[in-house]
């Protein structure tokens, strides 16, 4: 990776400019009006459940697919009708894709770097993916893991202004895991802007600046992970075992409260620090022990799960 | 905006590529001189035949496997090869440089047409130092016919993988093409030993006319105008076609 200046005062334009985008297969909307902008050098995460349109958003970012309608510029350049000159600041690893299988790592290094004016030195970054005993090997006798990061490596080798990554460690250990994330971290302290699809939360959690979460084609919430989990329901979690058993209606009554669950003799609750003060002084006041008390901040897949309204406690609520 | 359709750097790949498989190497560049050699091998094919017009056997079916080479290039290993590469995202993913796609379509229509051409001469060198058969009298004819042929076989390679989903898919339309392809270009019975309403038929299909026409300029006349034309209108026809229905992805 190639040190650059700080590129963070070069001006108020986005390096990804995405407006009210728009895309359809077969009359349903995959994509149904989403709206966001990436600004240079930092980490965006597009998080969502499957089929949330996630990709479809992504490759329209990447010039694979038009758009049905909406805008999208990438350093002020539209992906297709300026394809070339976005390619060659835009670096990308599709979510699903192969290299002729009898091509080796070398090669396909070499033929990508070929493609850019000016490419990134791939040694060093083979080195960094763990790719360095098998440039000689052939893609098709890769293992998975490897295939990944040889499509990491793809992505980075034109020296690109930004990258996008479609389910970056999908396939990966957890140990390799962690090695992309560290690199992620670098690519971002070298300058470099990251588009981030996942579904991995503590992926999203650890390298995401800011968070746009997708729902059926929408952006359900934009802000920064701890954003997202403050702004749900449940950003507190409390959990215990009550001596006695506590009168529902008054712990139904407690401020803040998002969520109960009963599980056992254990209680869980969600709210706020609101709702922590309250339960404590419900305790007091009703002489009841609570065993094992844990009081633990939500984690984003409560917020995710809160957001996309797929499952989870909040449910549980009664009306 | 000519480096998105042509690179050097993709053909360098793909030549690297064809040089690894084994099948493509013996099906495309050494089986039409093998045919050639067995069939020059049988003592009646060395014999002047007054059904040929005094031709020997070995001399009409110098042309014919010419354009076996071509025909096995184009119907059997190009649609296979860009079937699987639209299968398998690698088109897709050479989509998103600032290449394109069209770059690997380009190689590979270089690749199975330059491994055609490499196949005919090796066909003309055996023909000529084993069997003594005379080289081409029209040499520019014959080249432009050669060369009409295989971007005609290329073009219906190119449609037969736009029209096939998954490269098995590819492989047995292309099996199912190769049969009448070969029996067109003469395999079988050379077009010039063919009952005449046959002939008539054959000399419509693209490799019909290519081997009418390669067997003019091997006797040293220009080949006939029809037959060019009827490889060049099959040839406009398959691109456009391919054109229209190829996918990348």
């Given at each position: 990776m190639r040190a650059r200046p700080a590129r963070r005062d070069a001006g108020a334009m986005p390096v990804i400019e995405v407006t009210d985008l728009r895309k359809s297969y077969g009359g349903r909307p995959a994509v149904d009006g989403?709206?966001?902008?990436?600004?240079?050098?930092?980490?965006?995460?597009?998080?969502?459940?499957?089929?949330?349109?996630?990709?479809?958003?992504?490759?329209?970012?990447?010039?694979?697919?038009?758009?049905?309608?909406?805008?999208?510029?990438?350093?002020?350049?539209?992906?297709?009708?300026?394809?070339?000159?976005?390619?060659?600041?835009?670096?990308?690893?599709?979510?699903?894709?192969?290299?002729?299988?009898?091509?080796?790592?070398?090669?396909?290094?070499?033929?990508?770097?070929?493609?850019?004016?000016?490419?990134?030195?791939?040694?060093?970054?083979?080195?960094?993916?763990?790719?360095?005993?098998?440039?000689?090997?052939?893609?098709?006798?890769?293992?998975?893991?490897?295939?990944?990061?040889?499509?990491?490596?793809?992505?980075?080798?034109?020296?690109?202004?930004?990258?996008?990554?479609?389910?970056?460690?999908?396939?990966?250990?957890?140990?390799?895991?962690?090695?992309?994330?560290?690199?992620?971290?670098?690519?971002?302290?070298?300058?470099?802007?990251?588009?981030?699809?996942?579904?991995?939360?503590?992926?999203?959690?650890?390298?995401?600046?800011?968070?746009?979460?997708?729902?059926?084609?929408?952006?359900?919430?934009?802000?920064?992970?701890?954003?997202?989990?403050?702004?749900?329901?449940?950003?507190?979690?409390?959990?215990?075992?009550?001596?006695?058993?506590?009168?529902?209606?008054?712990?139904?009554?407690?401020?803040?409260l998002a969520s109960v669950e009963h599980q056992g003799g254990r209680v869980t609750l969600s709210g706020t620090d609101e709702t922590v003060n309250a339960v404590i002084t419900l305790l007091a006041r009703t002489h009841v022990t609570a065993h094992q008390l844990r009081v633990t901040d939500a984690t984003l897949d409560d917020a995710f799960l809160d957001l996309t309204g797929t499952s989870g406690p909040t449910e549980e609520v009664s009306a | 905006m000519i480096a998105s359709v042509f690179h050097p750097a993709v053909l360098r790949a793909e030549i690297r590529l064809f040089r690894r498989e084994p099948g493509h190497l013996f099906w495309i560049m050494l089986f039409p001189a093998l045919l050639l050699g067995i069939l020059g091998s049988i003592p009646s094919f060395r014999e002047a035949d007054p059904s040929l017009g005094g031709l020997r056997a070995v001399d009409v079916y110098v042309p014919v496997t010419v354009l076996l080479g071509v025909i096995v290039a184009g119907v059997q290993g190009m649609p296979q090869t860009l079937t699987g590469y639209r299968e398998h995202g690698i088109l897709r993913r050479m989509a998103t440089t600032p290449v394109r796609a069209a770059a690997l379509l380009s190689a590979q229509m270089l690749v199975f047409g330059g491994a055609a051409l490499v196949s005919a001469l090796l066909a003309l060198a055996v023909g000529r130092l084993a069997f003594d058969v005379r080289l081409p009298g029209q040499p520019v004819g014959y080249l432009l016919a050669l060369l009409l042929a295989a971007l005609a076989c290329l073009a219906l390679g190119a449609l037969l993988s736009a029209l096939s989903r998954t490269t098995k898919v590819a492989t047995a339309v292309g099996s199912a093409a190769l049969f009448p392809a070969m029996f067109c270009a003469g395999v079988w019975l050379p077009v010039q030993a063919m009952p005449d309403l046959l002939a008539c038929v054959v000399g419509w299909t693209p490799f019909g006319a290519a081997a009418e026409a390669l067997g003019d300029a091997a006797a040293g006349d220009w080949p006939g105008w029809t037959h060019l034309a009827v490889t060049a209108a099959w040839t406009v026809l398959l691109t456009a076609a391919a054109a229209r229905w190829f996918r990348w992805e």
């Amino acid at each position: 990776m190639r040190a650059r200046p700080a590129r963070r005062d070069a001006g108020a334009m986005p390096v990804i400019e995405v407006t009210d985008l728009r895309k359809s297969y077969g009359g349903r909307p995959a994509v149904d009006g989403v709206s966001f902008a990436v600004e240079e050098g930092e980490v965006f995460g597009i998080l969502g459940p499957n089929g949330a349109g996630k990709t479809t958003t992504v490759e329209c970012v990447e010039g694979l697919r038009v758009p049905d309608a909406g805008r999208i510029r990438v350093t002020g350049l539209d992906p297709v009708a300026d394809h070339e000159r976005v390619a060659r600041v835009l670096g990308v690893q599709l979510q699903q894709s192969e290299l002729q299988p009898k091509l080796t790592v070398r090669e396909a290094l070499e033929l990508y770097a070929a493609f850019h004016p000016r490419p990134a030195d791939w040694r060093p970054l083979t080195e960094r993916l763990g790719l360095s005993q098998q440039l000689n090997t052939r893609f098709g006798k890769l293992s998975g893991g490897q295939k990944q990061r040889l499509f990491i490596a793809l992505a980075l080798v034109g020296d690109p202004r930004v990258v996008v990554l479609d389910e970056l460690t999908t396939g990966l250990d957890p140990r390799a895991r962690r090695d992309t994330w560290q690199l992620i971290e670098d690519i971002r302290a070298s300058g470099v802007t990251v588009l981030l699809v996942t579904h991995f939360m503590e992926e999203a959690q650890r390298l995401c600046d800011r968070i746009a979460v997708i729902d059926r084609g929408r952006v359900a919430a934009l802000d920064t992970p701890a954003g997202l989990i403050r702004r749900s329901a449940g950003a507190t979690v409390i959990s215990f075992t009550p001596s006695a058993p506590l009168d529902e209606r008054e712990v139904n009554a407690l401020p803040g409260l998002a969520s109960v669950e009963h599980q056992g003799g254990r209680v869980t609750l969600s709210g706020t620090d609101e709702t922590v003060n309250a339960v404590i002084t419900l305790l007091a006041r009703t002489h009841v022990t609570a065993h094992q008390l844990r009081v633990t901040d939500a984690t984003l897949d409560d917020a995710f799960l809160d957001l996309t309204g797929t499952s989870g406690p909040t449910e549980e609520v009664s009306a | 905006m000519i480096a998105s359709v042509f690179h050097p750097a993709v053909l360098r790949a793909e030549i690297r590529l064809f040089r690894r498989e084994p099948g493509h190497l013996f099906w495309i560049m050494l089986f039409p001189a093998l045919l050639l050699g067995i069939l020059g091998s049988i003592p009646s094919f060395r014999e002047a035949d007054p059904s040929l017009g005094g031709l020997r056997a070995v001399d009409v079916y110098v042309p014919v496997t010419v354009l076996l080479g071509v025909i096995v290039a184009g119907v059997q290993g190009m649609p296979q090869t860009l079937t699987g590469y639209r299968e398998h995202g690698i088109l897709r993913r050479m989509a998103t440089t600032p290449v394109r796609a069209a770059a690997l379509l380009s190689a590979q229509m270089l690749v199975f047409g330059g491994a055609a051409l490499v196949s005919a001469l090796l066909a003309l060198a055996v023909g000529r130092l084993a069997f003594d058969v005379r080289l081409p009298g029209q040499p520019v004819g014959y080249l432009l016919a050669l060369l009409l042929a295989a971007l005609a076989c290329l073009a219906l390679g190119a449609l037969l993988s736009a029209l096939s989903r998954t490269t098995k898919v590819a492989t047995a339309v292309g099996s199912a093409a190769l049969f009448p392809a070969m029996f067109c270009a003469g395999v079988w019975l050379p077009v010039q030993a063919m009952p005449d309403l046959l002939a008539c038929v054959v000399g419509w299909t693209p490799f019909g006319a290519a081997a009418e026409a390669l067997g003019d300029a091997a006797a040293g006349d220009w080949p006939g105008w029809t037959h060019l034309a009827v490889t060049a209108a099959w040839t406009v026809l398959l691109t456009a076609a391919a054109a229209r229905w190829f996918r990348w992805e």
